[in-house]
């Protein structure tokens, strides 16, 4: 099975950077995405990580340490659009997605 | 390419009814996956399709949850004698599996009231 973990609410000041923080368990694995859901809306893909290390994306920064079951999400220049859940996802055998709760991140002037 | 569609968007049912939803998916993907979304949590993984074969169905589901993709495009979601508990947004996302990222296109959803 998967297990992923991450924390529920974060607050942030505009212009500030933000980590959140993802950790999981799974019995295969196939890549660990990073999506964005507003309120009231589906989800949107921001990053997906398969190998070690740091993919960046403009403002978006995702990390994956796959021996230690650890991924983090790296936002940069807050801005008030980016509040917003944002949800750990991996992808396990059979390419079966799971997702975490989501964290509930609110940036505040 | 329109992106992933799901109807209806909205249905508001009383207790003990059925219901059905579908979903139309980006049209070369080939896996279709179903999750349920409640406030506050992240999507709970209901079932998904590799083609028109079912690869995995939650062990979370009751009985009175179905699923098919009779060709291999389009899917439905089926609830049996609805309860309040399964009030929720229903959620259905399409990938294609040879692709680098696999990414998960979602489409709006579709939202269950159950009186």
């Known amino acids: 099975g998967q297990n992923i973990d991450q924390p529920t609410e974060m607050t942030a000041t505009e212009g500030a950077i933000v980590q959140i923080n993802c950790t999981y368990q799974t019995s295969g694995f196939n890549g660990l995405f990073w999506y964005q859901q507003h309120a009231g809306e589906a989800p949107t893909f921001l990053s997906y990580?398969?190998?070690?290390g740091l993919e960046e994306k403009g403002r978006f920064s995702s990390f994956l340490s796959r021996s230690k079951g650890y991924s983090y999400l790296l936002l940069k220049e807050l801005q008030m659009k980016d509040s917003a859940s944002y949800l750990c996802?991996?992808?396990?055998?059979?390419?079966?997605?799971?997702f975490g709760i989501g964290t509930k991140l609110q940036v505040i002037p | 390419d329109t992106g992933v569609s799901q109807d209806p968007r909205h249905k508001i049912t009383k207790r003990g009814q059925n219901v059905t939803f579908r979903c139309d998916p980006i049209s070369e993907h080939n896996r279709l996956y179903w999750y349920r979304q409640t406030l506050g949590q992240g999507p709970e993984f209901l079932t998904y399709?590799?083609?028109?074969?079912?690869?995995?169905k939650s062990r979370l589901l009751s009985d009175r949850f179905s699923a098919e993709r009779p060709k291999g495009s389009f899917s439905t979601l089926e609830i049996q004698r609805t309860e309040q508990g399964d009030s929720a947004m229903y959620l259905c996302a399409s990938s294609l599996v040879v692709q680098p990222t696999g990414e998960l296109f979602f489409g709006e959803g579709s939202r269950l009231t159950v009186l």
């Open positions: 399709f590799q083609n028109e074969a079912q690869l995995e």
């Open positions: 990580n398969v190998l070690d």
């Open positions: 996802a991996v992808s396990g055998g059979y390419q079966k997605v799971t």
